[in-house]
């Protein structure tokens, strides 16, 4: 996890970067750094990442999503209107994972795991403490 203190004002967007210290993907090297967007969260969150290395960029992901209440019958409620999205969403990384094999890519070797699993990101730049 990116713990990023926030200090803002409302509809504004928070831009942070920091150095990759979560090992995601095999196909990845650690050697990167992600800079974050991320609007102020009301409503509505939206979340932005751009990850690059010496090299140039390597990914862009992104989510938006609302805002509900989390409540043992929320989550009932989804368990039971989606009941297969963990398998089919594990499903799709493993194929994708394995196209991406079938076409030469190299995979990484897992580093060793950070002994905390919360990154304070410095705001100030791009040190990390972990």
Not at 28 to 40: E, G, K, L, P, Q
Not at 110 to 121: D, F, H, S
Request: glycine content about 4%; proline content about 6%; overall charge positive.
């Amino acid at each position: 996890s990116y713990l990023i203190k926030v200090n803002q004002t409302e509809n504004q967007r928070a831009h942070h970067s920091c150095k990759k210290k979560f090992y995601v993907s095999p196909f990845m090297d650690m050697n990167a750094i992600y800079h974050f967007h991320i609007t102020t969260p009301r409503d509505r969150l939206t979340v932005f990442i751009d990850q690059h290395d010496d090299k140039g960029p390597l990914l862009k992901a992104s989510f938006s999503g609302y805002s509900k209440v989390l409540s043992d019958k929320s989550i009932i409620s989804l368990l039971l209107r989606y009941p297969l999205m963990s398998i089919k969403v594990i499903a799709g990384i493993h194929w994708e994972a394995l196209k991406l094999w079938s076409k030469g890519l190299k995979i990484v070797t897992r580093p060793t795991p950070p002994k905390n699993p919360i990154t304070l990101v410095n705001t100030d730049s791009l040190k990390t403490k972990t």
